[in-house]
């Protein structure tokens, strides 16, 4: 367990700081196994199988998962909220107190989703719940907006969302979402704002490698799954190599899971893991 302290200051969150984050039912969401490490930690390959990750592990498979992996009272902490911006509505899920947190997880879900896949407790394993209750211990706060289109709109929508709070946020850009985090990465008042990102399965995207968050070192996590069919993993690691490259020792980590599919980062990311590191940067 890696033990950290978090450093807070009237301007906030000081990202060269270290970090301890309360765990929550970390043996449950560990990763099962690690097949290899790079030198440095840089590039995990971790061991997933569906049968244990999915089928022995929900009572309905990919539907709701076995009540060990919850802790619904986080629920009351939780609700829907209507962020006024660009003259529209933004629908978000939040957990915590944003206006007051000592850093926040926004996350932007992928095609066909909207703010309630990642408020559901019972799907991707229980991963969302564990994030929630993580947030919440910490003194964080997790939001989840529904993004309307993936266009320079929903860019802006998620802009405004992260520019309305002042703790440093966490980006995490899930699938299609990716595009998000990837226009936002060229900002100029987003990235200082920004603690790190985070990329789910996310499209690959080379522009990123040249983008101010790269300039700037920002702290960034990808997880991929080796079977995905969506997107292909080793495009994703191409962009991951050149960032790395890009800087001496920068901040990136790449988690692979081993014959994983394009939904396995969002059931099986370890929001502990990925959190620490970005924040201890």
């Known amino acids: 367990m890696i033990l950290l302290v978090l450093l807070i200051n009237i301007g906030g969150f000081s990202p060269a700081s270290a970090l301890e984050l309360r765990g929550h039912k970390d043996r449950l969401f560990a990763y099962p196994g690690i097949l290899s490490v790079s030198e440095g930690g840089t590039f995990l390959v971790v061991d997933y199988d569906k049968m244990r990750d999915i089928h022995r592990r929900d009572i309905e498979p990919e539907r709701r998962v076995q009540s060990k992996y919850?802790?619904?009272?986080?629920?009351r902490q939780s609700r829907l909220a209507l962020h006024e911006a660009n003259g529209r509505a933004i629908e978000t899920?939040?957990?915590?107190?944003?206006?007051?947190?000592?850093?926040?997880?926004?996350?932007v879900h992928g095609r066909g989703g909207d703010q309630r896949l990642g408020m559901n407790d019972y799907t991707f394993g229980g991963n969302f719940n564990r994030v929630k209750n993580l947030m919440v211990l910490n003194g964080g706060a997790y939001l989840a907006p529904t993004v309307k289109s993936f266009d320079d709109a929903g860019a802006a929508d998620v802009r405004e969302l992260i520019l309305a709070g002042r703790a440093p946020v966490v980006l995490a850009c899930a699938s299609m979402?990716?595009?998000?985090?990837?226009?936002?990465?060229?900002?100029?008042?987003?990235?200082p704002r920004l603690a790190g990102m985070m990329l789910l399965g996310g499209a690959p995207d080379s522009a990123i490698v040249k983008s101010a968050a790269v300039r700037a070192k920002l702290p960034m996590v990808f997880?991929?799954?080796?079977?995905?069919?969506?997107?292909?993993?080793?495009?994703?690691?191409?962009?991951?190599?050149?960032?790395?490259?890009?800087?001496?020792?920068?901040?990136?980590?790449?988690?692979?899971?081993?014959?994983?599919?394009?939904?396995?980062?969002?059931?099986?990311?370890?929001?502990k893991q990925a959190l620490e590191f970005i924040l201890s940067r």
Do not use: E
Request: hydrophobic fraction near 40%; charge should be negative.
């Open 93 to 107: 899920g939040v957990t915590g107190d944003y206006a007051g947190a000592r850093f926040a997880v926004i996350f």
């Open 223 to 271: 997880t991929h799954g080796s079977d995905d069919t969506v997107y292909d993993w080793q495009d994703q690691k191409t962009v991951f190599d050149r960032i790395q490259q890009s800087a001496k020792d920068y901040p990136a980590q790449f988690v692979l899971f081993n014959t994983g599919s394009h939904g396995t980062p969002m059931r099986m990311t370890d929001w």
């Open 70 to 75: 919850l802790s619904l009272g986080v629920k």
């Open 177 to 191: 979402g990716s595009i998000i985090c990837s226009k936002l990465a060229n900002d100029p008042a987003v990235v």
